[in-house]
């Protein structure tokens, strides 16, 4: 398939965070921009946007950007949100998921190849464990939408091929350099474009005793959990102050 006006909506998963690049707005790469340049090649007058922005539950993301991506004319749209809502204490998932339907019908009617996801598995083990049946409860309602509306479906949460914990950032939240390029692989697959992205693999995380098990999380929990904890008494977000790294389509160097 090929595309020329891709725009990519979502939260910090399709902003870029855990994938460094100082050169790039926000200093941020990601599996968004890996997917642009894939399509880009040998297509005269490619263009990409990304809306996304760090922190946004989904809510957000549609009163915020999915009028300025409609706007653009996109044929391509990727969304991912959701992710944030279901961390919360409370959430209503069946709220979310209606809304979510709504603006996936309102993109899917203007002819532009439309893209989800499902959210990771957490896992039976961990600090996000005991919110698994919820993140399992949303995805199915995001496997809903994409049956009603026939969209394309990246579904992180079957992915049991990838190691979760090699392809992880350090904060345990978002993926890594590594995983934000094998996500890229995906993406494309599931679109059925030829791209030059193999598959590689990630080095396994080294196996620690438990006293250095013990050390990790705590560290873990200082630099990382605490702050997000502080964030959500707060009211505050880790994008308040984040713009859209490329607000407009542009040519992809």
Same mark, same amino acid.
């Given at each position: !398939?090929?595309?020329?006006?891709?725009?990519?909506?979502?939260?910090?998963?399709?902003?870029?965070?855990?994938?460094? +690049?100082?050169? $790039?707005?926000?200093? =941020?790469? @990601?599996?968004?921009?890996?997917?642009?340049?894939?399509?880009?090649?040998? *297509?005269?007058?490619?263009?990409?946007?990304? =809306?996304?922005?760090?922190?946004?539950?989904?809510?957000?993301?549609?009163?915020?950007?999915?009028?300025?991506?409609?706007?653009?004319?996109?044929?391509?749209?990727?969304?991912? @949100?959701?992710?944030?809502?279901?961390?919360?204490?409370?959430?209503?998932?069946?709220?979310?998921?209606?809304?979510?339907?709504?603006?996936?019908?309102?993109?899917?009617?203007?002819?532009?190849?439309?893209? !989800?996801?499902?959210?990771?598995?957490?896992?039976?083990? @961990?600090?996000?464990?005991?919110?698994?049946?919820?993140?399992?409860?949303? *995805?199915?309602?995001?496997?809903?939408?994409? +049956? $009603?509306?026939?969209?394309?479906?990246?579904? !992180?949460?079957?992915?049991?091929?990838?190691?979760?914990?090699?392809?992880?950032?350090? +904060?345990?939240?978002?993926?890594?350099?590594?995983?934000? $390029?094998?996500?890229?692989?995906?993406?494309?697959?599931?679109?059925?474009?030829?791209?030059?992205?193999?598959?590689?693999?990630?080095?396994?995380?080294?196996?620690?005793?438990?006293?250095?098990?013990?050390?990790? *999380?705590?560290?873990?929990?200082?630099?990382?959990?605490?702050?997000?904890?502080?964030?959500?008494?707060?009211?505050?977000?880790?994008?308040?102050?984040?713009?859209?790294?490329?607000?407009? =389509?542009?040519?992809?160097?």
């Amino acid at each position: !398939m090929t595309f020329h006006r891709y725009v990519a909506l979502g939260d910090s998963f399709t902003e870029g965070v855990g994938d460094p +690049d100082p050169s $790039r707005p926000n200093g =941020l790469r @990601g599996w968004a921009d890996r997917v642009a340049e894939a399509l880009a090649v040998d *297509n005269p007058g490619f263009t990409y946007a990304n =809306l996304a922005i760090r922190g946004r539950k989904l809510p957000a993301i549609l009163s915020e950007q999915l009028e300025p991506a409609l706007a653009l004319e996109p044929d391509l749209v990727t969304i991912h @949100g959701g992710g944030n809502d279901i961390l919360r204490p409370r959430v209503d998932v069946d709220g979310l998921i209606a809304s979510y339907d709504d603006a996936i019908a309102r993109l899917v009617a203007t002819g532009a190849h439309v893209t !989800m996801f499902t959210v990771f598995d957490p896992g039976p083990t @961990g600090v996000f464990a005991a919110m698994r049946g919820r993140f399992a409860l949303f *995805n199915e309602g995001v496997r809903e939408i994409v +049956d $009603r509306h026939d969209v394309t479906l990246v579904d !992180m949460w079957r992915m049991r091929d990838a190691d979760i914990a090699a392809i992880m950032d350090t +904060d345990r939240m978002h993926l890594n350099a590594y995983g934000h $390029r094998d996500l890229a692989r995906r993406v494309l697959d599931v679109l059925g474009v030829d791209h030059a992205l193999e598959r590689l693999d990630a080095e396994p995380r080294p196996l620690l005793g438990r006293r250095d098990q013990t050390v990790q *999380n705590l560290r873990w929990t200082r630099e990382f959990l605490a702050p997000w904890i502080h964030r959500r008494l707060t009211g505050r977000s880790s994008g308040d102050t984040v713009s859209p790294k490329r607000p407009t =389509l542009a040519p992809v160097d």
